[in-house]
């Protein structure tokens, strides 16, 4: 199989411990199991749900049992279970190194209790409840070229670059006011690839068409253009002969709630998320649009058969093809 991404790919995880832990033990760990971690600039559930309410992608998050007080730290667990119940949180005790003397309920909110004496058992359940998928190498590279190319196309303005992927593992929050969405199939994945942006400082980065200034309607269409050529790339690259196993017929409902800003595929697989800067070279405050793709694969996921289609090139230095 092709090299993989498994250790590589993060994940953003907010820290919710005090700060002298933070800055020792925890913050290594963190740097070493590729944890993107951020925390509130005060405690307070307050300043937590808020930070929830907005617009941060989250994988996880690692609560300390007295964070802000002796017995916060679960209240806090439940008011976060109440609002984000599809985030998993891991919660750091001092002596217990297990969910153990918890109640029944309390302990179905957390996916481990942990102690700064074992961090094995945080490093367990993390592979196992957010570093599950393992995206192939040559796959990540090849979207973040192929999409960088068409949005490079239909924003000829702008420099686009590419922020390191990294996953979301049950996060649903849709970012921004629009999004596209549109199927992937081929005989070993089989899913969802979406682009979410804000709508008005998307729509400042493009070229009018003719006397009138842009509108919605072209950023729409701009939008849709660019998710139909990263899925043509893909095809033509990724797809093969695009044969499909008959359980692939399979479909499960989409749930899209707009009010709340949340979509859901019906599966708790993480998903590969990029983040796209796009930089307006004619803009003398630097001004930059951000531009969220996300692949979901939730109905068909086979890395093991996973291969790139072979270019002309690459037949050709192998001798299969001749130039002539």
Known sequence: MTDTLQTCLRTKMLVLDDGQTYSGSLKHFCRDNELICIRPQKAGADNVMA?????????????????????????????????RPELPIFLRREQTPSLAGLSERDALRFCCGYTLNDLHILSDALASSIFSR????????????????????????????????????????VYGEMFTLIAIESSWCRGYMMLQAEESPLMALLEPEGDADPDFRQLNAALGEAT??????????????????????????????HQRRYISFGSEDPQLCIKYQLRDRDAADGYEVTLV????????????????????????????????
């Not at 190498?137 to 973040?144: A, F, K, Q, S, Y």
């Not at 990263?230 to 499960?252: C, D, E, M």
């Not at 289609?309 to 037949?315: F, H, I, N, Y």
């Open 228 to 257: 139909n050529l990263i899925w043509g790339s893909f095809k033509n690259r990724y797809a093969g002969n695009g044969a499909q196993h008959p359980a692939l017929l399979t479909q499960v409902p989409i749930i899209v709630n």
């Open 134 to 173: 393992i995206y192939p190498n040559p796959l990540v590279r090849g979207i973040t070229e192929m999409s960088r190319d068409a949005l490079a196309l239909l924003f000829p303005r702008c420099e686009v670059t590419v922020q390191a992927p990294f996953l979301a593992v049950k996060d649903r929050l």
């Open 293 to 324: 793709q996300r692949f979901v694969f939730n109905l068909c996921w086979s890395p093991d058969e996973f291969q790139e289609t072979p270019s002309v090139e690459s037949l050709v230095e192998s001798g299969e093809l001749e130039l002539f």
């Open 51 to 83: 930070i929830l309410r907005s617009n941060v992608d989250l994988g996880g998050i690692m609560l300390f049992e007295h964070y802000d007080g002796r017995k916060a730290g679960l209240e806090l667990a439940r008011q976060i279970h109440t609002a």
